[in-house]
């Protein structure tokens, strides 16, 4: 009676235990000076020239704050909110508002640095899985990265 009392209260409290954040993060290395980088993903509405999922993107203004929203290709739409930008450190922070991606809570830094020759870009996010799997989750954030980290790497010469 014991055990099962107490496998009873943990499970209790583990359902009520909020989800943990995950992360996922990506780098690329690009042969371009970080500039030039830069200037090719800089706008907050410039992810519609480079990730290869955007059809477009149409920028907003919304009590005093930045957003974008992204049409997909395919079907389906994006609405973020610039946090932060810093043109010289070459990074910015958004968060999304409203998304078809199985994430909430959902932050993320893009930023440029200087790597030799070249630059290295970093995509990093911060979220908590909604409606999958967290390892789901963190694949398809993953994806999305990756495949805007090769897009970046095509236009940014």
Do not use: N
Request: glycine letters at 10%; hydrophobic letters at 40%.
């Amino acid at each position: 009676m014991k055990t099962v009392l107490l496998a009873s209260v943990a499970l209790s409290v583990a359902a009520l235990t909020p989800a943990m954040a995950l992360d996922v993060t990506k780098t690329a290395t690009i042969a371009a000076p970080p500039a030039t980088v830069w200037k090719t993903i800089g706008g907050f509405c410039g992810i519609g020239d480079w990730h290869p999922v955007v059809e477009k993107c149409t920028l907003s203004d919304k009590g005093g704050k930045k957003h974008r929203t992204l049409s997909l290709k395919g079907g389906g739409t994006i609405l973020e909110e610039e946090q932060a930008r810093d043109d010289k450190a070459m990074s910015y922070t958004y968060t999304i508002v409203e998304s078809p991606l199985p994430v909430s809570d959902y932050s993320s830094t893009i930023a440029v640095a200087k790597d030799g020759a070249g630059s290295k870009v970093t995509w990093t996010g911060h979220f908590k899985a909604k409606g999958a799997p967290d390892a789901k989750a963190q694949e398809v954030i993953g994806g999305v990265y990756d495949a805007g980290l090769k897009g970046i790497s095509e236009k940014a010469k």
